[in-house]
């Protein structure tokens, strides 16, 4: 779209001359050049091409331009820039189209002529907030911004809470309030998620000794494990140590696990997880059937409680598949000797369904939200 000399100058209409004829001879039939202005071009790429077939014009023009250009016996050098947008992706006008195009291209100078790049608005704010985000998560456990949440998991047949999910809460100055979801798989991703998990763990055994000495102890609490604490050897020996640090017995610890949290490497997954059962420490399969190989990793992971999703449970007094779907998860895991418990439970009709059918736990806001250290203990003294 853009085109200077080496130098930045803006063209002479001979350079543009010979410009828009290598262009017209470079793009395809059926593409459109036209001059948008100044030393800007404009090509409508035909709407069969490919993405490929775009990036590959794109390169071909670029190292077509580089190559020095001779004008009235003189040689030149140019640079050109190239800012793309896809029709159907990136503007429903043709005005926005090209508005978009004018983006790109500014994007295609910020990283250096003689370059191109995509419209990529969505991409480019995502990219910005994630960078923020990791720049405060790294200070976040320094400046004691974390807090542990504990939401209650009732048994059906006694009424009684006989359990705890511990969920993370960050609450930044900049950033104010991230949720877990958003934050959790950045962690992973910045290789901070070990030291925010160990961080969990310890808050987590610290309260339960807190309770223990109260008399108010008689509760498994789980904590969530993300798939890079399990590629981290130092992972059990941790949760072992913590729980012999704080001296509370392993039976009150869980851990949750995702398929995705073990897919990476299965193998080590089990013989860290059968490392945990042998302690004492039960381990829940958390979001069941929401990914991919779940039977088989079912025969082979010692899992004590299936965790029937939140997404089966929003319609199952309504819906007969989600209904034959918990129903399914509720007498395979009695079959395999596991407890189930159904998450995101709201109202008296799915407690009512589940409870009738014969699933063994529940949790969700009908019973009580995530709440504080504090809040939890005033529940457990109820
Ligand atoms: P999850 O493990 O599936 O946790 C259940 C989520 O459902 C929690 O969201 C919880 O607050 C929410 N929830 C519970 N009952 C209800 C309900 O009745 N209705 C609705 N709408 N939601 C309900 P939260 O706390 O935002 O956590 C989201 C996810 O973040 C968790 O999903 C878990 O994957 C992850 N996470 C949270 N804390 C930790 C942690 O300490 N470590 C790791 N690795 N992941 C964590
Ligand atoms: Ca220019
Ligand atoms: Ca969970
Ligand atoms: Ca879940």
Redesign the pocket.
């Known amino acids: 779209k853009s085109i200077n000399d080496s130098y930045g100058h803006e063209m002479g209409d001979k350079a543009l001359q010979v410009v828009s004829k290598f262009l017209t001879e470079t793009v395809r039939e059926g593409d459109t050049v036209t001059r948008q202005g100044g030393d800007e071009f404009q090509i409508i790429v035909a709407d069969d091409a490919q993405l490929g077939t775009t990036m590959a014009l794109a390169q071909k023009i670029l190292a077509g331009l580089r190559k020095e250009l001779v004008i009235d016996e003189q040689q030149i050098t140019v640079t050109s820039s190239i800012g793309i947008a896809v029709s159907l992706t990136d503007g429903d006008s043709f005005e926005e189209l090209v508005r978009n195009g004018d983006t790109a291209l500014f994007r295609a100078k910020e990283i250096g002529r003689d370059n191109y790049a995509f419209f990529t608005e969505r991409m480019d704010a995502e990219i910005r907030d994630k960078l923020a985000i990791q720049g405060q998560l790294r200070g976040a456990i320094a400046r004691d911004e974390f807090e542990?949440?504990y939401?209650p998991q009732m048994c059906l047949k006694t009424g009684a809470m006989v359990g705890a999910?511990?969920?993370?809460?960050w609450d930044n100055a900049v950033l104010g309030k991230v949720?877990?979801?958003r934050f959790?798989p950045l962690a992973e991703e910045y290789g901070l998620?070990n030291s925010?998990?160990e961080w969990?763990l310890e808050s987590v055994v610290a309260q339960m000794k807190v309770w223990h000495d109260q008399g108010l102890g008689d509760i498994k609490v789980a904590?969530?494990?993300?798939a890079g604490?399990f590629a981290n050897d130092a992972t059990v020996p941790y949760v072992e140590s913590t729980l012999r640090k704080f001296g509370v017995p392993a039976e009150f610890l869980g851990l949750?696990i995702?398929e995705g949290t073990v897919m990476g490497d299965p193998n080590k997954a089990v013989a860290a997880l059968r490392r945990l059962k042998d302690i004492g420490v039960s381990i829940s399969l958390?979001?069941f059937g929401t990914g991919y190989s779940s039977l088989s990793y079912l025969k082979r992971f010692p899992i004590d409680v299936l965790k029937i999703?939140?997404s089966f449970v929003d319609d199952v007094t309504t819906n007969s598949a989600d209904a034959a779907i918990a129903l399914s998860v509720i007498s395979l895991a009695h079959n395999l000797n596991m407890r189930v418990i159904a998450?995101?439970?709201?109202t008296r009709e799915q407690v009512q369904f589940l409870t009738e059918r014969g699933c063994d736990e529940m949790?969700?806001?009908?019973f009580s939200?995530?709440v504080n250290a504090d809040a939890f203990t005033a529940l457990l003294r109820e």
Do not use: S
């Open positions: 542990v949440h939401q999910e511990a969920l993370l809460r949720p877990p979801n959790i998620v925010i998990g969990v904590v969530n494990l993300a604490q949750e995702t958390d979001d999703d939140k998450e995101g439970v709201e949790q969700g806001y009908y939200r995530p």
